[in-house]
């Protein structure tokens, strides 16, 4: 079909789509914004606003759409696109088989820009009408140091927040001008939920705001810490980046012109405490899992999903791969993080109430196959500095308390240290580094001739690892073989084979 004949994805065109297109059945005109939510990425559109919107379809209960805010320049795109849309837009899901699933998004209702209308944004956080504040601010976002875990008053944005409260940049100046409001006006505080990859994600956002409104004022931080709830969650779905190719796709297979399209697996999971303070969608009729502890649920996951993104992130990267799926079909690779979550992260792992290790694990080797996801490398080792921190070096750590194995996890770290002082590939091709401290992971890594620890020396990530002398045995043969010999494959294997021949 020719450009003319193709439709513009935006409610007036809404019901003239291809019936292989799913849209929304409830009447969006009705639709009423009881979420919040910072941090409109690809995940939060095919997570939280893909719960949201199966369950107002599931029920009709239309109280809770979702008022999105970015609040960085680099947000306008979305923000622009979204509202040419009628904030509107298609989750393309992709099945190993080939089998592609479209449907069209309909819970969002608005898109405010906070670094254009600040007040707008505390405003509408304020309003009684908001119950839920949800967050997908990334790791960094909540801007703790990952060695003390304390908040970093010391970030320019932070000094700038607490000079001018009215106008802030960060997350938390937001939350707090906006609890303040509520405070004042007498209403019941809005839950704060987190969506991030973080354990204990709620405990976390909690910790930090109520660190950053004690600067601000020690009678509102005294009621956030004891009115607002801060619910932990663990969160599920593996979501690349949308490329041109997907927006390609709907226009040439579909004749939508969708430009920003989300593209996930069709895997996805959500476990929550079930502490809100003024309300919640009912999420589990559409297959969240509301719990009293999440703690076991997110151990598993950051240990072993997210961890096991990096490490096939981190070696892949180095080897000459460029997305999950062909690091994980290469033997060595499958071989290797079957090691690693066997020997390393399941022995310190709890239980956890209603999964199969074993089960969960090859369901995992599975979707990181998925010939249709090609989730590039780049982003999996995106802000490496803040996942490894959070995701593999507690890992480490507690091994080393109890005597376990850090061979695979400690290669991953030895790689990293290559790839943050070299940049490029074991064939010289140069790797593109996206992350907040990749001039200070390159300048401690290029000192690898002089100091073959001094990349262990940014304790803000590393904690205390280079005082310990067990793992600095490892990491220093293993990072002296990768600047001898780049080909990290042949290093993997030798571990590989060596574990092999322990089990023999």
Partial sequence: MNTQSKLRLNEQNLHQLPSTISVPNYDRKNVQAGIVHVGVGGFHRSHEAYYTDEYMNQTGDLNWGICGVGLRDADRKMKSILEQQDYLYTL????????????????????????????AVIQKMADASTKIVSLTITEGGYNFNPATNEFDFDNPDVIHDLANPHTPRLVFGFLTAALKLRMERGLAPFTVQSCDNIQHNGDVARKMLLAYSQKVDLELAKWIEQEVPFPNAMVDRITPVTTSADIDYLSSELSLQDEWPVTCEPFHQWIIEDKFSVGRPQWQKVGAQFVPDVTPYENMKIRLLNAGHSVLGILGSIHGFETIDESVKDPTFSQFLQLFMDTEV?????????????????????????????????????????????????????????????????????????????????????????????????????????????????????????????????????????????????????IVDNATLAVS
């Fill in 92 to 119: 393309i899901v992709k099945h190993p088989n080939g089998t592609i699933e479209n449907q069209v998004i309909g819970c969002m209702t608005d898109f405010l820009l906070g670094c254009d209308e600040p007040n």
């Fill in 346 to 494: 399941t022995p310190i792992l709890p239980p956890v109430d209603g999964i199969d290790l074993d089960d969960y694990k090859q369901t995992l080797l599975q979707r990181f196959a998925n010939p249709n996801i090609k989730d590039h490398l780049t982003r999996i080792c995106s802000e490496s500095a803040s996942k490894l921190a959070t995701f593999l070096i507690p890992t480490i750590n507690d091994n080393l308390q109890n005597k376990g194995n850090i061979e695979c996890a400690t290669l991953v770290l030895a790689a990293w240290c290559y790839y943050s002082d070299k940049q490029t590939n074991r064939h010289n091709k140069e790797i593109t580094i996206i992350d907040v401290m990749s001039q200070d992971l390159h300048i401690a890594a290029a000192k690898y001739s002089l100091n073959p620890d001094a990349f262990l020396q940014l304790t803000s990530i590393f904690g205390d690892l280079n005082k310990n002398q067990d793992f600095l045995d490892i990491y220093r043969k293993q990072t002296k073989q990768i600047y001898s010999d780049a080909n990290i494959k042949k290093h993997m294997q030798c």
